[in-house]
Nanobody, 114 residues
Framework: QVQLVESGGGLVQPGGSLRLSCAAS????????MRWYRQAPGKQREWVAS???????YYLDSVKGRFTISRDNGQNRMYLQMNSLKPEDTAVYYC????????WGQGTQVTVSS
């Protein structure tokens, strides 16, 4: 059974940092296109960042230079380092693994507020 479990969310002040983690079981993350998405209240879920099986990374324009996606193959985890956080980054963040199938985590809440 495949499971993706996000952690690391929380409340942070504007300008602060958080590191999200996505722990995978039942799949090998290095064999998948791994992605982060987010969904703010009242808005559609949007893609945030990707890391391919060849470790090529892509970012939503609004997070470029602030967020960094990475993967630890030994730990079978994916990360999202988020710096210089803004109130508009407030959302539930989800990880997703894509290959022939697609799997989602349950999400972790990130709130950026003073």
């Amino acid at each position: 059974q495949v499971q993706l479990v996000e952690s690391g969310g929380g409340l942070v002040q504007p300008g602060g940092s958080l590191r999200l983690s996505c722990a995978a079981s039942g799949i090998i993350v290095s064999a998948y296109d791994m992605r982060w998405y987010r969904q703010a209240p009242g808005k559609q879920r949007e893609w945030v960042a990707s890391i391919t099986s060849r470790e090529i990374t892509y970012y939503l324009d609004s997070v470029k230079g602030r967020f960094t996606i990475s993967r630890d193959n030994g730990q079978n985890r994916m990360y999202l380092q988020m710096n210089s956080l803004k109130p508009e980054d407030t959302a539930v963040y989800y990880c997703r693994a894509i290959s022939k199938d697609s799997y989602w985590g349950q999400g972790t809440q990130v709130t950026v507020s003073s």
